[in-house]
């Protein structure tokens, strides 16, 4: 027995030069990797402090931030590795094509076709509340002082609310299905809109007609559609503008087609990687459509007799100009690049005693997706300070 825990002892003596060895062996990549985690820490920092000082947007002193979870959001978008963003192509890229996943806020209905997760069902906040629920009420109370203080002033409203893609493009949807939910919000509100006395226009008929209205990767309507809603959007307003004006408009094409990148592939991450393995982008003809210049020794332009304060949809596919050329006359067009329920009409609406007195028309155009967001007029802090009734001049 003794001579076996001999031989053990000195197997353990022998083996503990060998362990030491082997401990003074790592030292240096452990120094090298304490090395590489402090230089990344060190720049981490410095890029966290230079972003801090150069976009506002980024500033860390807010105790608001640090309690919600923003500023450390902040922190990580500054602080980025140079190779952050091809890591995460690679990572999007081989998602798609390994399991056809394009992330949470996107979804592939017929092949190619891309549509917005938050068009097929409700946020789950809103998801168990009945369509006229506190929001849309509020929505609903906004737009009768919109339309009673136009009414007042002698101005009409024209409201276009433009269904989500998935309630149009319904031959790609190819499974997909959107929920009954937001089929009762869009009824409920245009039920609200009839039953305000507001003109209304139907743009789910005309862009169904123009089918496909939409670009196979973007929620926004493609050419087809923006002229189909401008036809139809003009239609509605003619009445209150008397006959045609007769402003004329050139439409210039680009030569050749070109490949168009569509926001829902921006968003699923597949915005920069080879085609092979994303669905394959748009393919358009670009054309710009303008005003033809009257001639006359200061050119002026007829004085504005149509506004149009809508979303990104009014700023997308020439739909302004395209309007400009249905109506005759040269559009106003104040539309924001934003999916809030009324944000462009209540920045212009702040400013309306500087509105010229030719103004007779308002069309307000918003996305179907706005009707879950809050009115901004309701809230906003200039509204009680202002009177709702637009001062002529």
Same mark, same amino acid.
């Given at each position: 027995?003794?001579?076996?825990?001999?031989?053990?002892?000195?197997?353990?003596?022998?083996?503990?030069?060998?362990?030491?060895?082997?401990?003074?062996?790592?030292?240096?990549?452990?120094? *090298?990797?304490?090395?590489?985690?402090?230089?990344?820490?060190?720049?981490?920092?410095?890029?966290?402090?230079?972003?801090?000082?150069?976009?506002?947007?980024?500033?860390?002193?807010?105790?608001?931030?640090?309690? &919600?979870?923003?500023?450390?959001?902040?922190?990580? %978008?500054?602080?980025?590795?140079?190779?952050?963003?091809?890591?995460?192509?690679?990572?999007?890229?081989?998602?798609?094509?390994?399991?056809?996943?394009?992330?949470?806020?996107?979804?592939?209905? *017929?092949?190619?076709?891309?549509?917005?997760?938050?068009?097929?069902?409700?946020?789950?906040?809103?998801?168990?509340?009945?369509?006229?629920?506190?929001?849309?009420?509020?929505?609903?109370?906004?737009?009768?002082?919109? /339309?009673?203080?136009? %009414?007042?002033?002698?101005?009409?409203?024209?409201?276009? !609310?433009?269904?989500?893609?998935?309630?149009?493009?319904?031959?790609?949807? *190819?499974?997909?299905?959107?929920?009954?939910?937001? !089929?009762?919000?869009?009824?409920?509100?245009?039920?609200?809109?009839?039953?305000?006395?507001?003109?209304?226009?139907?743009?789910?008929?005309?862009?169904?007609?123009?089918?496909?209205?939409?670009?196979?990767?973007?929620?926004?309507? &493609?050419?087809?559609?923006?002229?189909?809603?401008?036809?139809?959007?003009?239609?509605?307003?003619?009445?209150?503008?008397?006959? %045609?004006?007769? !402003?004329?408009? !050139?439409?210039?094409?680009?030569?050749?087609?070109?490949?168009?990148?569509?926001?829902?592939?921006?968003?699923?991450?597949?915005? &920069?990687?080879?085609?092979?393995? %994303?669905?394959?982008?748009?393919?358009?003809?670009?054309?710009?459509?303008?005003?033809?210049?009257?001639?006359?020794?200061?050119?002026?332009?007829?004085?504005?007799?149509?506004?149009?304060?809508?979303?990104?949809?009014?700023?997308?596919?020439?739909?302004?100009?395209?309007?400009?050329?249905?109506?005759?006359?040269?559009?106003? &067009?104040?539309?924001?690049?934003?999916?809030?329920?009324?944000?462009?009409?209540?920045?212009?609406?702040?400013?309306? /005693?500087?509105?010229?007195?030719?103004?007779?028309?308002?069309?307000?155009?918003?996305?179907?997706?706005?009707?879950?967001?809050?009115?901004?007029?309701?809230?906003?802090?200039?509204?009680?300070?202002?009177?709702?009734?637009?001062?002529?001049?």
């Amino acid at each position: 027995m003794s001579e076996t825990v001999a031989e053990s002892r000195g197997r353990v003596a022998a083996s503990a030069p060998r362990a030491a060895e082997t401990d003074r062996a790592h030292r240096p990549m452990a120094a *090298c990797m304490s090395a590489l985690l402090a230089g990344a820490f060190a720049l981490g920092i410095a890029s966290l402090v230079t972003r801090a000082k150069s976009d506002p947007a980024s500033a860390l002193g807010d105790a608001a931030g640090w309690r &919600n979870g923003e500023a450390m959001r902040r922190i990580d %978008r500054a602080i980025d590795v140079p190779y952050a963003a091809g890591l995460r192509r690679a990572s999007a890229a081989l998602r798609y094509r390994v399991l056809g996943d394009l992330g949470s806020q996107v979804r592939e209905g *017929c092949p190619g076709w891309l549509f917005y997760a938050d068009g097929l069902q409700p946020a789950p906040s809103v998801a168990e509340t009945p369509p006229v629920n506190e929001a849309m009420r509020e929505q609903i109370a906004t737009l009768h002082r919109y /339309a009673d203080a136009l %009414r007042r002033d002698g101005i009409a409203l024209v409201v276009a !609310t433009v269904p989500d893609k998935a309630r149009v493009e319904t031959q790609a949807l *190819c499974g997909l299905r959107q929920d009954s939910r937001m !089929t009762a919000r869009w009824q409920a509100w245009r039920q609200a809109l009839a039953q305000a006395g507001v003109v209304q226009v139907d743009l789910l008929g005309s862009l169904t007609a123009a089918r496909p209205a939409f670009y196979r990767t973007d929620v926004h309507w &493609n050419g087809r559609g923006a002229q189909a809603a401008a036809n139809a959007v003009a239609a509605a307003a003619q009445p209150f503008l008397g006959a %045609r004006g007769d !402003t004329r408009f !050139t439409v210039e094409h680009e030569s050749g087609v070109h490949a168009r990148v569509g926001d829902l592939l921006r968003l699923a991450g597949l915005a &920069n990687v080879p085609d092979s393995w %994303r669905p394959g982008p748009d393919i358009e003809m670009p054309e710009t459509i303008r005003p033809v210049a009257s001639g006359g020794l200061l050119d002026d332009t007829p004085p504005a007799q149509v506004l149009l304060a809508g979303s990104s949809f009014s700023r997308r596919s020439s739909f302004a100009d395209r309007l400009g050329r249905a109506l005759g006359r040269e559009v106003w &067009n104040v539309s924001e690049d934003d999916g809030r329920f009324d944000r462009a009409l209540a920045a212009i609406w702040a400013k309306r /005693a500087s509105w010229p007195s030719s103004v007779r028309v308002v069309i307000w155009e918003m996305s179907e997706d706005a009707l879950s967001s809050p009115a901004a007029i309701a809230s906003g802090p200039a509204v009680a300070a202002l009177p709702m009734s637009i001062q002529r001049h």
